[in-house]
Nanobody, 126 residues
Framework: QVQLVESGGGLVQAGGSLRLSCAASGRTFSTYVMGWFRQAPGKEREFVAVIRWNGGTTYYTESVKGRFTISRDNAKNTVYLQMNSLKSEDTAVYYC???????????????????WGQGTQVTVSS
């Protein structure tokens, strides 16, 4: 059973940085598509970023392009989300997600991910 555990959230001032980590169990982590999603208060959960198995392909939602970077270390079974130039609108619970099966479905839809972490709170004060 694959388990995902996020860490690194917290309170930061606008313009600051945080790095989220997501540690995964499972011997085939290197084959998973890994994504980050977030859910702000009163809003639906939304796609933030995704990275394919070898780290060579990444996608971002428009609002975080140029500020956030997703990366992975397959030797450590960990995916990261480096968040710079944070804004108040980035405040949300951030979730790590894994797609552990082969699929041609969209990377941007949460329904295509079959494993989720518990979430970590990111609060950006203005």
């Amino acid at each position: 059973q694959v388990q995902l555990v996020e860490s690194g959230g917290g309170l930061v001032q606008a313009g600051g940085s945080l790095r989220l980590s997501c540690a995964a169990s499972g011997r085939t982590f290197s084959t998973y598509v890994m994504g980050w999603f977030r859910q702000a208060p009163g809003k639906e959960r939304e796609f933030v970023a995704v990275i394919r198995w070898n780290g060579g392909t990444t996608y971002y939602t428009e609002s975080v392009k140029g500020r956030f970077t997703i990366s992975r270390d397959n030797a450590k079974n960990t995916v990261y989300l480096q968040m710079n130039s944070l804004k108040s609108e980035d405040t949300a619970v951030y979730y790590c997600a894994a797609r552990t099966y082969a699929s041609v479905s969209s990377y941007f839809e949460e329904r295509t991910y079959d494993r989720w972490g518990q979430g970590t709170q990111v609060t950006v004060s203005s």
